[in-house]
């Protein structure tokens, strides 16, 4: 389940662990909102969003290189590279929302959370973003499962993505 507050306010600082306001890069299943509303609820929990933009995250790209037990298949990781910025959703969470999108993320088993800069409306912010631990990353590609390609293409949709990245999207169906 997830929760937004009216608040609108914008942070450029750098997220601490204690801070009151988190932004978070998704780029994968995490971009759905009713993907991460019914993965909350199905445990109990409630996602507090303060804000959600449209980000790029520079000099990266998607990669399908980690497999899944959840899912089944493989999910979205990134690294550094390609020519064009990832396009991805930034939330805004407070301090118990970040320990919660922790948890689904397997911080620090499996994802490991890092600071970047993502670019929002011609504007820097530091957002935490998760990438897959050096040890559970495979030397090959690891497809994804239909659906979740689906629940990514629902985000891109609602998102207004760009086509270019909806298209490299549909090629893994």
Known sequence: MLRSESRNRRT??????HALQHWVF???SNMDLDDLAQWCGARGEQLTLLETR??????????WN???EARG???????????RPLPGLLLQTNGK?????????GHPRRYRRELASVVSQGEAIEAWVYRVLPEFIQSRVVLPT???VQILL????????????????????
Do not use: Q
């Open 12 to 17: 450029n600082r750098r997220p601490g662990e």
């Open 146 to 148: 239909p659906t979740y």
């Open 97 to 105: 929302g970040l320990a919660l999108l922790d948890r689904k993320e």
């Open 54 to 63: 449209v980000g790029e995250l520079p000099a990266h790209r998607l990669v």
């Open 154 to 173: 629902r985000a891109a949709r609602r998102w207004e993505l760009p086509e270019w990245h909806r298209e490299e999207l549909r090629a893994l169906l």
């Open 73 to 83: 298949g493989g999910a979205a990781n990134v690294e550094a590279g390609g020519s």
């Open 66 to 68: 980690y497999h899944s």
């Open 26 to 28: 998704a780029y994968g």
